[in-house]
């Protein structure tokens, strides 16, 4: 099968090495990223007082609905980056950490942003998934490799410089988006959260983060889907086949997808027009640590119309298991209490840590009575 690979039968020493720092990575990144975040980019904003970094351009004042932002794609531009390590991290990890599924998909590559004015828009050109992994992976390695006095300086990161100039190195957007259950007569409101298995995900293994998310890309290799897939909201929509209803992701060989006759899309395009499910963008930052740029969103969804259209919902996925607060109920409640646990005392991905302190800020336009 494509993009998935067996471990070699013999080490070298360097490849126990290797390996050393990787499981080091791997077993303390929620560490790692809070040290990153505060030993070497100190004078960058954080999002919401988490470890997640951001451009002041990056991020509205208020929740901005998903579709007003206007997304520009240049297929034709190709911008400079820094010489990228040989051997290739994702060549090191395909050899001697291989993840479930691993593959070099084509994706949509951030060149430019501005999220703050009254009309907010993204450019993009095109790359692909190893773009990212090659430098946002290898720099949270050396960074390991440095606590471990493996390494004993920066340099690969000091070569990207700024994190939060997309210029200065290849940069995939993840969609990361906090799905809310929203009973409008109670006021009750739940949202789910997701582990992340790191035996089956390259990237953030071991961490908690919100559901759903994924990379900003085409669903498949077939060239029309480079402009049928250039849309945030599409991209959300494969992401909750998958994660919340496991529907397997298409192929690479696939066709474009038809979304008007594809019945997910088609319940939750309706939806949508309907009112009883509304997508914001509350910003987007940068994990200190990997350098992963996540565009962080909010998904309310009505009550009865979250039961019906995840009446089918897995407990777990491809990529790790569903969690919940222990009260038998379906996730976690958006409390104070339960936002400040996850956000700032449990291992969870930057950027969901950031999305949750930033959607209880906004709480009364994401949840109006």
Known sequence: MPGV????????????????????????RYKLAVQASRELYPEVPRVADTPLLADRSWLPSTPILLESIELVLDTNAAPETPPTPEPRYSDLI??????????????????????????????FGLGHYFDAVDTGESVAHEFAAIQLGVEDQVVQRSMIGNPVDPSRRPTNVAISALTVRHDAETGDARFLVHWRDPAKVGHAGGLFQVLPVGVFQPATDHPDSVHNDFSLWRCLQREYAEELLGEEEPPAGAGPIDYPAWPVAVSLDYERRQGAVRTYCLGMGVDPLTLATDLLAVTVIDARVFDRLFASLVS????????????????????????????????????GAALLALAWEHRETLLPA
């Open 5 to 28: 690979y067996e471990r070699p039968d013999v080490l070298t020493d360097a490849d126990r090495e290797w390996l050393r720092v990787r499981h080091y990575l791997r077993d303390n």
């Open 94 to 123: 395909r050899r001697l950490a291989p993840p479930a599924i691993f593959e070099n998909r084509p994706t949509y590559r951030l060149l430019s942003v501005r999220l703050d004015v009254e009309q907010p828009s993204m450019t």
């Open 316 to 351: 777990g996925n491809s990529e790790g298991e569903l969690t919940s607060s222990g009260d038998g109920q379906i996730g976690h409640p958006l409390t104070a209490a339960e936002v400040e646990r996850l956000a700032y005392d449990e291992p969870m991905q930057a950027a």
